[in-house]
């Protein structure tokens, strides 16, 4: 009888942490997910301004990383979800959600051409990067807060 | 706070009263001008330089309301619409309203519109921009009066002040032959006018110059504006590539995007050339660092 109250128990125990793992918030899945597309933006920056050797491959994994970026952001902005885990979601997102749609599709098809693109060249690096970085910026102007410190 | 600016106000106006002489506008006359053929291309880059639009709106029309200690600013229109906008103007108005804060018909103007940078230009500079923004598409647009609370919308009083803060030497003078860190303090002092933002104000509203571009709280808003001198508190770990990337791209070293007022400040420097953006993270790198 002990056995199965530790069995219950230890199980239990599984399950909330797991759940508890399974239901991290969509505030902090959407701040990681923005945090690996800035993480895959410095090496590309690097190359841009000549602090690093262009490197053709490494460019490409960031494209791909943003490629994922780019198809999950758009489910983790529910309804619901506008504030929490010191979101930096501006509320415009939810009340003008068409032009933040706008936005997503903007970036994906920026990534979807600088990976077409597959530059060979920091010049071609340059041509294939730039219209991403601009919709990072025009999307964060638009629908982040700005933490003006 | 409000008490302490009425006082002030009350000293100046006394003031201005005594000095009623001293409060004269300025005015430079059309023989001060030199033999100057105006470039309208380098025009185009001063008129980026002095970031035109971050106030006055894309098509220069002006209307945009910037609510103060003082009252309301409403910024004017400077399209060169003939009678909404400053198409009438002469290359010589222009030089004294940018150099000296002095409307064509002889009033000093409010320093929200940042002459005291401006003033530092050099005059074939504002004449190129004059033949520039001739070019520029006129649109009409009356913004009316400025709304300031009384005394600040006694005009003459901001005489006293030009003579406290109007200043043409350099900020922060070079002390050693650098054409690449002088284009930078140019750009950086006077066109560029970042020193209004970046550098905190004293109760008088002028420049607190000794603490030259060590940030300040924000004009338009809630929060501060960075330090942006090259002071642990500011962009000590910046590289020089790294600002002229920033100004460039509006990336940070940390791959975050430019925010705020900055994205159209940002924008405006991002026309400028290379070399006069490396000029400006030279002289941000040279000048000294402040907490």
């Known amino acids: ?149 | 706070m409000k008490k302490s600016i009425t006082w002030l106000a009350a000293t100046l106006l006394v003031l201005a009263l005594v000095s009623w002489p001293l409060t004269s506008p300025l005015s430079l006359s059309p023989a001060d001008l030199p033999e100057h053929i105006a470039n309208p291309a380098n025009g185009e880059l001063v008129f980026h330089a002095g970031g035109c639009t971050s106030c006055h709106g894309e098509t220069l029309a002006g209307g945009l309301e910037l609510k103060s200690d003082y009252g309301t600013f409403v910024v004017p229109n400077i399209s060169p619409d003939l009678a909404t906008g400053i198409g009438s103007w002469t290359t010589l108005d222009l030089v004294n309203a940018m150099m000296l804060g002095t409307s064509p018909d002889g009033n000093h103007y409010y320093p929200a519109f940042p002459f005291t940078s401006y003033t530092r230009m050099n005059v074939q500079d504002v004449i190129d921009l004059k033949a520039y923004m001739d070019t520029l598409e006129p649109v009409e647009n009356d913004v009316g009066p400025q709304d300031l609370d009384f005394p600040w919308s006694l005009r003459r009083g901001i005489g006293l002040w030009k003579l406290l803060y109007l200043d043409q030497g350099p900020v922060v003078p070079a002390g050693r032959e650098d054409p690449v860190y002088e284009r930078g303090r140019y750009l950086v002092e006077s066109a560029g006018h970042c020193g209004e933002c970046h550098t905190p104000r004293n109760l008088l509203g002028g420049l607190q110059t000794s603490r030259w571009l060590s940030g300040g709280p924000n004009p338009d808003g809630e929060g501060s504006v960075p330090n942006i001198t090259p002071h642990q508190d500011g962009l000590a770990s910046w590289s020089a590539a790294d600002i002229a990337y920033y100004l460039e791209s509006g990336f940070t070293p940390d791959f975050d995007t430019v925010g705020g007022s900055m994205v159209k400040v940002q924008e405006n420097m991002a026309l400028l050339p290379d070399p006069d953006r490396e000029a400006i993270a030279t002289y941000l790198k040279a000048i000294p660092a402040l907490p």
Request: proline share 3%; net charge negative.
């Open chain 1, 1 to 149: 009888m002990m056995r199965v109250t530790w069995i219950t128990a230890v199980l239990a125990a599984l399950f909330f942490a797991t759940s508890g793992w399974a239901s991290e918030s969509v505030q902090e899945q959407r701040h990681d997910l923005m945090e690996s597309a800035k993480d895959a933006a410095k090496p590309v920056g690097g190359m841009l301004k000549g602090e690093l050797e262009f490197d053709a491959a490494t460019a490409m994994e960031s494209f791909q990383v943003w490629s994922d970026v780019a198809a999950q952001a758009g489910d983790l902005f529910p309804e619901g979800s506008e504030t929490g885990y010191d979101t930096e979601a501006k509320e415009t997102i939810w009340t003008d959600r068409d032009g933040f749609n706008q936005q997503l599709a903007d970036f994906t098809a920026a990534v979807d051409g600088a990976i077409e693109a597959s530059p060979q060249s920091l010049d071609e690096l340059k041509m294939a990067a730039g219209p991403v970085f601009k919709v990072c910026k025009s999307c964060h102007e638009g629908y982040r807060v700005e933490d003006e410190n």
